[in-house]
């Protein structure tokens, strides 16, 4: 079975697609780099609904997410976000964990896998 790759990047892809499943590269705000919570976090969920539409998907199939936030403090402001975003009645299973980011701009990251 093939596999292929979306915004290839020397480091790596934005989207892998292997048969019906797409993952994508955990993902951050990079148009909203230290802005607050809730502009990180939308930044973040409009660029995963088009890397989703490239891959031929969308959020409505996620099956996984996976988010990094760097303080639990903010984790009410970016769920106000994420639960305004994400598919009524097609909420995927995810994991929300405090960790430190590569860059202290970012605040949130968010990874998804979704079916086609």
């Excluded at 892809?13 to 499943?21: E, F, L, P």
């Excluded at 890397?51 to 990094?68: N, P």
Aim: charged fraction near 20%; proline fraction near 3%.
């Amino acid at each position: 079975m093939s596999i292929q790759r979306i915004d290839v990047g020397d480091r790596m892809s934005q989207v892998a697609i292997h048969g019906d499943t797409v993952y994508t590269a955990g993902q951050v705000a990079q148009r909203a780099a230290g802005e607050s919570v809730a502009a990180q976090t939308q930044d973040i969920l409009n660029r995963i609904d088009e890397l989703l539409e490239q891959a031929g998907t969308d959020k409505s199939k996620i099956l996984t997410a996976t988010i990094w936030i760097t303080s639990m403090d903010d984790f009410a402001e970016m769920n106000g976000v994420w639960d305004a975003w994400v598919s009524p009645g097609n909420t995927p299973c995810r994991a929300c964990v405090e960790a430190r980011l590569a860059s202290p701009q970012f605040t949130v990251e968010i990874m998804v896998t979704a079916a086609k």
